[in-house]
């Protein structure tokens, strides 16, 4: 996985500047600023995942997670600082160098652009991203323990995670779509594959081979049978009672509810799939975002507030490459 997360990093490049106030996410907020901003991340992309698929559905998650603790604001790539356990926690990596020349492309953005291209570049739909994003200057480890659902949770908890998003049950049906990608590591199925019910017993079977009750820990499944191309086979394996996490096959039980009947639909619908994907990434990115405003890019490679104070007071000024990573959380269990 070591080597999966350094590639990871090859994508991801920040500058940091003033940029003008918005008073709304725009889906053209780079076009005069820095018409390269997207082609080069869209670039980048494609050949890294070209070269490791499993790439793709690590920046969606990232994505995901960003989102879903205190809104799309970058966070989720902060260092610790003496004031600040943040959300991230491993080593930085490589980086490629931006081409804004004076400008910033947030890493919020970024995320969101870079989730939406590996989607593209696994085979899935484009959808539209709006930017305008402003990165956060601050992080909150407490925030990821209460804000993204463990893959031990019950329906009722992952509808309730995603209310408290202003997301609905047909957007937990679908962007939990997003795990038509990616694999999962033991730690988080075990329980799944030697205590739930609701599990087919070949299905299970075959998992506990490279999961024992026990030890590797680190041993990984994937999540459809399909893992690197972003289709439905996710939805029909829940069908199939194959879903690989216990909070994946909570979605579909069989009793006739609204996430078993979307469930069944998209498992026969792909261009529905993509549609109503594109729109709840769309709902998801729009999370409490930090609008565009005066200050600096605080994700920024691991400098701290203190550290970039003398060149937030610049008008225009650089910051080294952000940089991607695995968070070691529970809660963080599908960034594969």
């Not at 999966?4 to 106030?21: E, G, N, Y």
């Amino acid at each position: 996985m070591a080597s999966l997360l350094k590639s990871s990093m090859i994508f991801l490049a920040v500058l940091a500047v003033i940029l003008p106030a918005r008073a709304q996410l725009d889906p053209n907020y780079y076009d005069y600023i820095c018409p390269q901003a997207l082609p080069t991340v869209r670039r980048i992309v494609e050949q890294s995942v070209a070269n490791e698929p499993r790439l793709g559905a690590s920046l969606l998650r990232l994505h995901f997670h960003d989102c879903f603790v205190n809104g799309c604001d970058g966070s989720i790539l902060l260092d610790d600082t003496s004031n600040l356990v943040g959300e991230k926690t491993a080593p930085p990596n490589r980086t490629v160098d931006s081409a804004c020349k004076d400008y910033v492309v947030s890493c919020a953005d970024i995320l969101a652009v870079a989730a939406r291209d590996s989607v593209v570049a696994l085979g899935g739909r484009s959808y539209e991203v709006l930017l305008g994003r402003r990165d956060s200057r601050t992080a909150s480890l407490n925030d990821v323990r209460n804000s993204l659902p463990p893959p031990s949770s019950n329906i009722a908890d992952l509808e309730e995670k995603f209310r408290a998003q202003g997301l609905s049950t047909k957007d937990l049906v679908v962007l939990s779509g997003a795990h038509t990608i990616g694999q999962a590591a033991c730690r988080s199925f075990r329980d799944r594959i030697y205590n739930d019910s609701d599990i087919d017993a070949g299905f299970a079977s075959s998992l506990r081979e490279r999961c024992p009750s026990s030890g590797n820990d680190d041993n990984l499944a994937p999540l459809d049978p399909t893992a690197n191309r972003f289709d439905v086979a996710y939805y029909s394996e829940l069908s199939h009672r194959k879903g690989l996490l216990h909070s994946d096959q909570q979605l579909f039980q069989g009793d006739d509810s609204e996430s078993d009947n979307l469930v069944k639909h998209y498992s026969t619908n792909l261009g529905s799939f993509w549609d109503d994907f594109g729109v709840s990434m769309i709902r998801m990115g729009n999370i409490r975002p930090a609008q565009a405003i005066r200050g600096r890019s605080a994700a920024d490679a691991g400098l701290s507030t203190e550290e970039t104070a003398p060149i937030r007071r610049q008008s225009v000024h650089r910051l080294p490459p952000a940089k991607i990573f695995n968070v070691e959380s529970p809660h963080h269990y599908f960034i594969q």
